[in-house]
């Protein structure tokens, strides 16, 4: 069975950083895309970024508003993706999932984390 | 980058009805990569459609995807309690950003 179980989420200052993790089980975890999704309380949804698989470089890109101070990376070794997060700012209070990107060829988000929810406050 | 707009905003419906919810791109779809989910309170989104019209594992065949090009659908023939929800359109790829349409509300009348 897929799962997907983010942590590390928690109330944070503004200008604080955060590391979050999702630890992936039932898959072959270094084959997959993994991507970062947020969405704010009563928000819809947004796409933050990806890291691409080993045979891609871990390439990763990011949405225009994660530029700069989110960093996602991953050790296939502990089936593990994370997501860095510096210069917290108060918008940026979210549940944040992780998802699996399916295989090739269509590569849509095929299985999501529960999600863990960062509140940045003072 | 391609903006997806759903409609209606929100949708008022009894058990039993049909659904028909809409998400229009603002340029062509490339492969017509568009896929649907569906969102309870305090739950994590869960895929319904993929490439326009193929439904995900385990979904039930009254949810039906449609469309291509710029407009798409996603129609659920017969209502059941457990499907009023938010539903969402994306667009995927192999590459970013991956845009999501702003939701459709699906609520009991």
């Known amino acids: 069975e897929v799962q997907l179980v983010e942590s590390g989420g928690g109330v944070v200052q503004p200008g604080g950083s955060l590391r979050l993790s999702c630890a992936a089980s039932?898959?072959?975890?270094?084959?997959?895309?993994m991507d970062w999704v947020r969405q704010a309380p009563g928000k819809g949804l947004e796409w933050v970024g990806r890291i691409r698989n080993k045979a891609n470089s871990y390439f990763t890109e990011y949405a225009a508003s994660a530029k700069g101070r989110f960093s996602i990376s991953r050790d296939d070794s502990k089936n593990s993706l994370y997501l860095q997060i510096n210069s917290l700012n108060i918008d940026d209070t979210a549940v944040y999932y992780c998802?699996?990107?399916?295989?090739?060829?269509?590569?849509?988000?095929?299985?999501w984390g529960q999600g863990t929810l960062v509140t940045v406050s003072s | 980058e391609i903006v997806l707009t759903q409609s209606p905003g929100t949708l008022s419906l009894s058990p039993g009805e049909r659904a028909t919810l809409s998400c229009r791109a603002s340029?062509?779809?490339?492969?017509?990569?568009l896929a649907w989910f569906q969102q309870k309170p305090g739950q994590a989104p869960r895929v319904l459609i993929y490439h326009a019209s193929s439904r995900a594992t385990g979904i039930p065949d009254r949810f039906s995807g449609s469309g291509s090009g710029t407009d798409f659908t996603l129609t659920i023939s017969r209502l059941e309690p457990e499907d009023f929800a938010v539903y969402y359109c994306q667009q995927y790829g192999l590459s970013g950003p991956i845009p999501f349409g702003q939701g459709t509300r699906l609520e009991i009348k």
């Open positions: 039932g898959f072959t975890f270094s084959d997959h895309y």
């Open positions: 998802a699996r990107i399916h295989l090739w060829p269509h590569r849509y988000f095929d299985y």
């Open positions: 340029q062509s779809v490339p492969s017509n990569d």
